[in-house]
């Protein structure tokens, strides 16, 4: 176990509706990562937040968005779904003690009708 | 652009045999970290074994060793002795050494698919 938790583990929506996913890290991971893994890919960088600011996106529009809280939980929102975004959402979460370790979570399946 | 690449989809191995599963990136840069990452069934991704590349010598941790050919650019794993609850995906992981910001993003291979037979 890496006590990052992420809920819901499914759901399923469709086109055109916004999602919210969310994150518990472990106490004192001051930075989140979101990853979006599709069916037979690796998981790709979304984006990080630290201490509650997004410091690093990567090739995801900006319906992609996302929260941290100072409570070490985080949302990923995602905007007017389409198709391609049915993908498995992993977080991942380190502290400043030990930057070269993510620890992530279970993800949630997303599946958009 | 960093990026790595799995060109195994699939693999099996034996029980108690042992079995190396391939990645090659392409980076620019000196200094990084590879990484390679195991995801079961349960969708959790777990972290195997990372390798420093300023480290000449190959990292290894317990039943798992890897092969790191700077010069080749390629990052192997070998897992010895496999059990059947070694069977998961594996992803090979590269990180930027660089600090802040989208330079501690991890960028994946698609990843292998390892059976093991009893």
């Known amino acids: 176990e890496t006590g990052v938790t992420q809920s819901p583990t499914h759901l399923i929506k469709t086109r055109g509706q916004q999602v919210t996913l969310r994150c518990s890290s472990q106490?004192?991971?001051?930075?989140v990562s979101w990853y979006q893994q599709a069916l037979g890919q690796g998981p790709q960088f979304i984006f990080q937040?630290?201490?509650?600011?997004?410091?690093g996106r990567g090739n995801f529009p900006p319906r992609f968005s996302g929260l941290q809280f100072p409570n070490y939980s985080s949302e990923l929102n995602v905007n007017a779904l389409e198709l391609d975004d049915s993908a498995l959402y992993l977080c991942a979460s380190r502290s400043d003690r030990d930057r070269d370790t993510q620890y992530f979570g279970p993800g949630t399946r997303l599946t958009v009708l | 652009a960093q990026t790595v690449t799995q060109s195994q989809p699939e693999m099996s191995v034996q029980e108690a045999e042992t079995v190396t599963l391939s990645c090659t990136y392409d980076t620019s840069e000196s200094d990084y970290y590879l990484f390679w990452y195991k995801q079961p069934p349960s969708r959790q991704m777990i972290l195997v074994i990372r390798?420093?590349?300023?480290?000449?010598q190959n990292a290894t941790e317990n039943r798992f060793s890897v092969n790191f050919q700077k010069a080749a650019k390629s990052f192997s794993l070998k897992i010895s002795d496999s059990q059947l609850g070694d069977a998961a995906m594996y992803f090979c992981a590269y990180r930027s050494a660089l600090r802040g910001g989208s330079n501690y993003k991890l960028t994946f291979g698609k990843g292998t698919l390892l059976t093991v037979n009893p």
């Open positions: 390798q420093e590349a300023y480290k000449q």
């Open positions: 937040y630290y201490r509650e600011e997004e410091n």
């Open positions: 106490s004192g991971h001051n930075t």
